[in-house]
């Protein structure tokens, strides 16, 4: 057994220290510490890890890491042979699959579906817009289109029409406004004015009511004239026309 391990074994007694006590200090497993004070080259780990433990020892023990290093390294180089091997003259390289043209060629694809796409709706948009503003808004251009109850038939000859006005059940008080009840039964797109002054312009779904009081005029623009029923000052007047029909449609008082 030479100086190295030697020199190891005598400070780790003079320290007073077992080694186990050692192996819990510098967390080095007791048979490296047993292969270093043996010198047992065969029992240590790769050259790099052995090292490691030279110093970490040395370093526990009070010893000079490097000069104990020198002592260990004519018995075992601590440096791993490094195997030199020459380039071969042809290097095969595998055959790689094109992935770069089929990423750039399914991007195409999406892309070209996406502006089909987007011109479709587009184009369904223009053409829903130039329907509603094809309906005639009032005819003639003094007089709006006025849905709502007819006017009574003018009382027949020798009958008091005021007192034949207030007995009849079905005479209405002259109206001192305009009130339209609507209820939505199927999706639609509605606007509504009210006196001139927009107050809605959205799309409504089925169940949506809403009332609308005006001094003048309610005008009222539908994209499903189906799906919207009307009341105008308590007359039921329905639905204001067929599934898909746009209709723009004008009460005023009489």
């Known amino acids: 057994m030479?100086?190295?391990?030697?020199?190891?074994?005598q400070a780790r007694e003079d320290l007073g220290a077992s080694l186990a006590e050692a192996e819990r200090e510098t967390r080095i497993s007791?048979?490296?510490?047993?292969?270093?004070?043996?010198?047992?080259?065969?029992?240590?780990?790769?050259?790099?890890?052995?090292r490691g433990f030279i110093r970490t020892y040395c370093q526990y023990?009070?010893?000079?890491?490097e000069g104990m290093a020198e002592l260990f390294g004519p018995q075992r180089a601590l440096v791993d042979n490094i195997q030199i091997r020459p380039i071969p003259a042809e290097i095969s390289t595998p055959r790689t699959f094109p992935f770069r043209p089929i990423v750039v060629v399914a991007v195409l694809m999406l892309v070209s579906l996406l502006a089909v796409y987007l011109w479709?709706?587009?184009?369904?948009?223009?053409?829903n817009v130039e329907r509603i503003d094809a309906v005639p808004t009032v005819r003639p251009a003094d007089k709006p289109v006025v849905i709502g109850p007819t006017p009574s038939p003018p009382p027949s000859?020798?009958?008091?029409?005021?007192?034949?006005?207030?007995?009849?059940?079905?005479?209405?008080?002259?109206?001192?406004?305009l009130v339209v009840?609507?209820?939505?039964?199927?999706?639609?797109?509605?606007?509504?004015?009210?006196?001139?002054?927009?107050?809605?312009?959205?799309?409504?779904?089925?169940g949506f009511t809403r009332s609308?009081?005006?001094?003048?005029?309610?005008?009222?623009?539908?994209?499903?004239?189906?799906?919207?029923?009307?009341?105008?000052?308590?007359?039921?007047?329905?639905?204001?026309?067929?599934?898909?029909?746009a209709v723009d449609a004008i009460w005023g008082r009489q």
């Open 2 to 9: 030479g100086t190295f391990g030697q020199t190891l074994r």
């Open 61 to 65: 023990l009070g010893l000079h890491p």
């Open 120 to 127: 479709g709706q587009y184009t369904s948009f223009l053409e």
């Open 30 to 50: 007791r048979r490296y510490l047993e292969a270093l004070e043996n010198e047992d080259e065969a029992a240590l780990p790769a050259a790099v890890y052995a």
């Open 181 to 206: 009840d609507t209820k939505v039964v199927e999706r639609t797109w509605i606007e509504v004015w009210v006196d001139g002054r927009s107050v809605l312009a959205e799309t409504v779904q089925s």
């Open 212 to 245: 609308f009081t005006a001094e003048q005029q309610i005008r009222m623009r539908v994209g499903n004239a189906a799906g919207v029923q009307v009341v105008v000052n308590g007359a039921t007047q329905g639905p204001l026309g067929v599934r898909g029909q």
């Open 157 to 177: 000859p020798g009958t008091n029409s005021p007192v034949a006005a207030a007995r009849s059940p079905n005479a209405l008080a002259p109206a001192q406004g």
